[in-house]
């Protein structure tokens, strides 16, 4: 929302110091986006008028003008706009001129014809940002005078306000002014009224067909118009706001609502006279002041022309283009009305179509700032119509439904509850009154009567919001609670952190990709694609599936990454999945659970069961090593599902090789995958100190051969069992396939501490023991070599 | 005598001479025994003592005997240590290498690994928070319209809820269920689950339907803080932004609190935190916790107060690191995650 501080200050006695307003706006919540200064004098442009143009033979993209400055001497001046004609006054930077954009304008010649200055355009002089050609001013102006003194151009500020969604009154300098007037403790003024001519009373028919979508609408007569254009003030202030100046009765009625907040519409009264305000019937066509026709479904609230049925308007949004105000327009019906901001906004984003008087209706404008407003419409077209006659008799058709003031109770020690100050009831008087706040006190409570451009203040908290405003936040000083619970990481976040730095141990790099996937990504590395969550309104369809696992993420980095040679790739990340929970009506949010990944490039199972283990240490847990179900995705036989009992949390090795060749990836990628929920969640108790047990121990070394087919965690199971509860550690320290083994077999050679406690084990007892762990190697498929 | 005398120091300076050239410990070792020993010069010398018959004479030609055999003992002694260092020298010669050679090797110059910048940032502002008495709360990231929305002040059709461009998952009734755009609603699972008094932080992911550009991403981090005691003030909330301006940036870094509209706080604010240079950041949003808030949370609001806040971790780390475009940071490409150890 652009600004101007000469409205401000036409409203306020605010003081004549952009930043100082700047500063104020900012404390109060208008947070400004930036500070333009608009009109400043150009020194050495001035006023001349155009005696007579020639061309040259040798130039035909210029033209040469001799002007006048009022002087009677003839300048000459090279041109090359074409806009400009014998009679026209213009703008003349004379030599010596710095333009707002820092050039110098110097004797120049062309053809060796000096120039002796420049003729402007309004993007030139700064006043616009889009012209076509010289700006032309008024046949009657002075000569040899800074043209934005005839403009009536004056030097402004204009300030872009980033406006919150609770001060709609502030989409007008109106309410803007009352703020800073409040802020700055002086009085608000307001518009300037002048007394326009009172006319006989004509009052317009008004019917309220939809009162719960507008259950306001006021209209009223203004007699004596000529359609012509608008003083410069109105221009300027209208310019320097950012919009078009079109005729003396579209400037004064956009000025009204740039002011006040109110978006109104004039219509020639010749055509309109009465109005209703209803549904459109489904189909019914209104073309509206942009040109288009806009198809109407029921949804949507027109206005109409009572007399014959005819929409005039889209309510709230747009006029139609039919009734506009023509130049031989000299009555108007001066419509202003109240739109139930829901209905607005939804309609606005039905026909993709939003205007200044839509941007403030959908917020909320005052139901009763009516009155003034005409007021003010009227003051603004007086300056051009000296005939001009405001009727009396305005409708204001109105339905109980219409917001009026409320009265809201706040209780004192509430307010210091939440501010932590102790306000009498003058203090809270004084801060509220200002700003259109009627409060009288009852006791230890308030009763407080909200105004109605104040529709965001319902309740208590909204008005001790309004008191911290204007007492101001940073008197409301800074104390540190003291926190009466301890800061600390729980044992899931301790545990989740102990993971991420074995992952840096591990030289293992986190990467973040998107948990949205692309139709097939799943597929693509071997998994389920069939149950997952789409995104109902995806940016992209690439973006529109809710993983199930990092893998599709972690992989398509670590393909993106070989393709650009880096020399080594190992990936991790800890992250949600979605999966789709099993009965959406009873637990209509997925099952989301949190993952942890790692892919290796150029690695094969080895690096991943290593990782495993290390998590496993980390984390004081385990799991088995099923290779009898080969997980999805992974390589069907240099990979194993991590399960516990029935419960499969995840899977090691490597990538299937089908998988690698689906994303262009050479070599083995070694994986790990876990359902790091679960292991996070487990509280593993203390570990109790062990005495250490300094009698000899003695090694066995066994050396097995064991069909392919058996895993050799079997083996060591049963090794383990046998050994009994003299075994202080077992390894699998040699594996030999070749000759003096079987085809299809191995050899596994087990080394095995034994240990007793309050003893040294004989000859005899190691012996046995040595006996039953080759009978349980037996047994479990292996026979000693 | 004097032939004598003659005779012993021509036969240590012979044997001194042997021990010079010896190779190894024990030629030193054979060359004493060989000098001392019965056929050895100076052991012929000592067997040849009984033929002289003058006492004093005898005595002093033993005398110059035990006196020279113990010099070639010293010497031996001597010759044998510097054979055995160079010995020593020889085995740990063998062994060198080249350090400068080896720390380039693969496997030795392995660098550890990373974590992203983002976590990096999260663990430093969780500390800070830890440290201020804050715990740590956490919730899912597909949310329900309840939690994102309604229960922080937004029914159904409220305006504010155009703030946030919001995901939707394709389910029904659709609209039910979305990826949160704010860690907010964590703040009403905490209230539900945790007995009050509450102090939490909680980061998280979250989601705006926003095309992506350097300074927007549609998956980002947010950080949110909640406070819920009793007699909780607008004071405390500006107190603790500015204690963690001070703990996280420095104790010459201050903060302000400017008035702003949130759906669930009010009293609303932005706050910005000061440079020393005088610039400000503009940093997040914050306000005491609206009334309706604390009740949709199961908590009385006439009982309980509090205030929150909350900022964006991809900014920070942006800045921290100056990062010019964050789409680099969500890139994956080892060649950015490996700069930031």
Known sequence: MRVLLSILREFADLPNDADLVATALNSLGMAVESIEEVGIPVPGVVTARIVRTERHPDADKVTRCFVDTGDGREMHVWCGATNMGAGDVVPLATIGTTMPDGRGIARRGILGIDSEGMLCSPIELGISTESSGLLILPPNSPLGVDPFVVLGIEHDVVFDLDLTRNRPECWGHAGVARDLAAHFHVAYRGPRLSSVKHGDARSIPVTLSDPSRCPMFSATVLSGVVVTSSPNWVQSRLAHLGMRSINNVVDASNLVMLELNQPNHAYDYASVSSFDVRRARTGEVLRTLDGVDRVLTDEDLVIVNAADGTPVGLGGIMGGLESEVVGTTSTVSLEMAWFEPDSIRFTVNRHGLRSEASTRFERGVDPEGVVIAADRFATILSETCPDLALHEGMTIARDATCPSARRVTVRRHQIKRTLGIDLSVNDVIELLKPIGFNVTAAGEEFEVVTPTFRPDCEEEIDIIEEIARHYGYDALGKSVPSSTVHGRLSLVQQRRRAVRRLMVALGLDEAMPSPFLAPGDLRSVGLIEDDVLQLANPLVAEESILRTSLRPGLLSALAFNRSHRAPRVALWEIGHVYPPSDDKVDQPLPGEYEQLCIVVADADLDTALRQWNALCECLAVGAQLDQSRIPDGFHPTRSATIARGKQQIGAVGEVSPVVLANLGIDGRVACLEVDLSILLRETPKPVQARDINRFPSSDIDLAFTMSEEAPATTLQRALRQAAGANLVFIELFDVYRGAGVDDGSRSLAFRLRLQKQGGTLTDSEIGEIRDKCIAAAKKSGASLR | ?341
């Open chain 2, 1 to 341: 005598m004097g032939t004598q005398s003659g005779e012993i120091s021509a036969a240590l300076s012979r044997a001194l001479e042997a021990l010079g050239a010896a190779s190894s410990p024990e030629d030193v070792r054979s060359i004493v025994s060989q000098v001392t020993g019965k056929r050895g010069s100076l052991g012929l010398l000592k067997s040849s003592l009984g033929s002289i018959a003058d006492i004093e004479e005898r005595k002093e030609v033993g005398a110059s005997i035990n006196a020279a055999s113990t010099r070639l003992a010293e010497a031996a002694d001597t010759r044998i240590a510097e054979l055995s260092a160079s010995e020593l020298h020889r085995v740990i010669e063998r062994d060198r290498v080249d350090v400068t050679e080896r720390a380039l090797k693969t496997d030795v110059a392995a660098r550890l690994g990373r974590t992203h910048l983002v976590t990096q940032a999260t663990e430093r502002l969780e500390d800070v928070f830890i440290g201020l008495g804050f715990q740590i709360a956490e919730g899912p990231e597909v949310e329900s319209d309840f939690y994102n929305f309604e229960a922080l002040n937004m029914p159904p059709s409220h305006p504010a809820r155009s703030m946030w461009d919001t995901l939707f998952v394709d389910q029904d009734p659709q609209g039910s269920v979305l990826l949160r755009t704010h860690t907010s609603p964590v703040q009403i699972r905490v209230m539900q689950e945790w007995p009050p008094p509450i102090y939490a932080i909680m980061p998280g992911r979250v989601f705006r339907r926003d095309t992506p550009d350097a300074t927007h991403m549609p998956v980002f981090h947010q950080i949110e803080g909640m406070v819920i005691d009793r007699n909780i003030t607008f004071a405390d909330l500006a107190g603790t932004i500015e204690a963690f301006t001070k703990a996280f940036f420095g104790s010459e870094f201050t903060s302000r609190l400017r008035p702003s509209y949130f759906p669930f706080t009010e009293p609303s604010a932005e706050f910005d935190i000061r440079r020393p240079d005088g610039s400000w950041i503009e940093l997040g949003g914050c306000g005491m916790m609206h009334p309706r808030v604390i009740r949709a949370g199961g908590l009385d609001p006439d009982e309980w107060s509090g205030f929150a806040f909350g900022f964006g971790i991809d900014r920070m780390a942006k800045e921290r690191h100056g990062v010019a475009d964050l789409r680099d940071m969500y890139s994956n490409d080892v060649r950015f995650l490996e700069q930031f150890p």
